[in-house]
């Protein structure tokens, strides 16, 4: 195997061509990126970049040292256009092609986008430059509507009101991150949003977007309210980055189709939040936009490409931040698992809490509670009975909701 | 060879402590890293360069890493 191409520089294409060159292939690599700038972390960007707590330089990944090292032929801004399976090669929208032998995919995710989104005042966040645009928009003091209150929405308005500005957060489901925590936690994250003067307008679709003169100038809602807004930030999810894959044989579907072993065709894997894969450890096909995924996926689908042979069998890991509150995760969140706090009370702001679903722990949630939270990661990786967590003493219920019942951590035998 | 960590990075994911917890450990009210040694012995080293390369803030560095040009 003399050529490797890794279409996508961003947190997994990078760890992938980390991986390749640390294990010792010494091949012809190329690494490309639609965007011109080298690769940079996402996180920051919701958060300490849209605040300006953290300049857009501390972003990049690497210095131009550690990107000079991975001897890498490195094709920024140069978005690839097509796949030809056949002929290994990927075209490039230059015009040209680069050959290989053996192909990691890691585009990522592109924001999804309403009507109207073209107006002047109206922004997604994805990029760097997204969000260096959105900062700028936001300092000149606007009324700010943020559509959609999942991870990325809930975070931009948190970053906006924290910078002082009018914020509304519209939200067609009845709490914030109800798709990936469920009703209660979404209803604690309404409070955590309302306490630090966030407006939330939940249950309500938006209609349409008004304007004067191509600026926009308000957001209509389904029950015929308009919020004032100079500002409206679009965070109604992602779709994967897999135009440039129509045609090339590989099976699309909600991502990259790939097997347990990130592959989507021989000497062809996929990783990152293009990627979607089948979980051996929670039997299950998954796609996830985690920024720890986008790194562990890489690793495993470079060290498969090289012939590890090992399914990719992760508990994911994902985390929040949002004002003062940190929300973190490990497994996943099923719309019908049954919930239990482990620890903490959610009504003081710091606690843990346990995801059953299917007879099983399926996941974990800390609130301002992290190492904690990582004790109990356990109960996920071990696949722990959900009656472990159930049959482990209940406390006195929490005021107000028998559903926010608590149980005694020790008695679970997580902490050593 | 040197642990460096970035407290003012760190996320508090715990990546680092699954990773090698011989090594790093986390403050018990907020979760930041807390580097219990920063020369670790050599045998622990493969851990240490994974959990700089699993930790989601880019908050870990190894010394030998650590040219000139990335301080300025």
Redesign the interface.
């Known amino acids: 195997m003399k050529r490797i191409a890794i279409v996508g520089a961003s947190a997994a294409g990078l ?1 992938a061509a ?1 991986t390749l060159r640390g294990r010792g292939w010494d091949g012809h690599l190329t690494l490309i990126g639609d965007e011109p700038r080298p690769p940079y ?1 996402r ?1 920051p960007l919701s958060k300490q970049i849209l605040t300006g707590d953290r300049p857009a330089e ?1 972003a990049f ?1 690497r ?4 990107l000079a090292r991975l001897e890498a032929d490195l094709r920024l801004g140069q978005p690839a256009t097509a796949l030809d399976v056949a002929h290994r090669r990927v075209h490039l929208g230059a015009g040209e092609t680069i050959r290989f032998d053996a192909l990691i995919i890691a585009t990522g995710v592109t924001p999804r986008r309403l009507p109207d989104s073209d107006l002047a005042g109206v922004h997604v966040l994805r990029t760097l430059d997204d969000a260096l645009a959105l900062r700028a928009a936001l300092l000149a003091g606007p009324r700010v509507v943020v559509v959609g209150a999942g991870f990325l929405g809930t975070e931009v308005a948190a970053a906006a009101r924290t910078m002082g500005l009018q914020v509304t957060l519209v939200e067609p489901e009845p709490v914030p991150v109800r798709r990936p925590f469920g009703d209660r936690i979404g209803a604690l994250v309404a409070d955590l949003h309302r306490a630090h003067g966030t407006r939330l307008r939940c249950g309500t679709p938006v209609r349409r977007l008004r304007s004067t003169g191509g600026q926009v100038t308000g957001v209509e809602l389904g029950d015929g309210t308009t919020l004032p807004a100079d500002v409206v930030v679009m965070a109604v999810g992602s779709v994967p980055a897999t135009g440039w894959l129509t045609g090339s044989g590989l099976s699309l579907a909600d991502g990259v189709v790939c097997d347990a072993w990130c592959r989507a065709a021989p000497g062809i894997y996929a990783a990152g939040d293009v990627a979607s894969w089948h979980n051996p450890h929670f039997g299950t096909r998954m796609r996830l936009e985690h ?2 995924n986008a ?2 996926q890489a ?1 495993a689908a470079a060290g498969n490409l090289l012939g590890d042979a090992t399914p990719f069998a992760p508990v994911p ?1 994902f ?1 929040t ?1 949002q004002y003062d509150t ?1 929300i ?1 995760a490990y497994g996943i969140f099923p719309p019908d698992a049954d919930l239990r706090v482990i620890s903490g009370d959610p009504s003081n702001g710091r606690f843990t809490a346990a995801y059953g679903h299917q007879g099983v722990v399926a996941g974990v949630l800390g609130w ?4 904690e ?2 004790t109990l ?1 356990r109960l996920v990786v071990e696949r722990a009975l959900w009656t472990t967590v159930t049959d482990a003493g209940p406390c006195p219920p929490l005021a107000g909701d028998r559903c926010w019942e608590s149980i005694r951590p020790r008695t679970l035998g997580v902490y050593s | 060879m040197k642990v460096i960590v970035d407290q003012h990075k760190c996320v508090a994911s715990g990546q680092c402590v699954l990773t090698a917890p011989e090594v790093f450990d986390q403050r018990e009210e907020d979760g930041i890293v807390v580097l219990l040694t920063e020369t670790p012995p050599e045998h622990l080293m493969d851990d240490v360069r994974q959990a700089a390369t699993l930790c989601p803030a880019q908050a870990i560095w190894l010394a030998e890493q650590e040219k000139q040009e990335d301080k300025e």
Request: hydrophobic share 15%; aromatic share 8%; net charge positive.
């Open positions: 760890t980390e972390d996180p501390r990944l210095s131009p040292h550690d920024r720890t790194t562990e690793i890991y985390w931040d940190r973190q301002n509670n992290p190492r939270l990582r990661r």
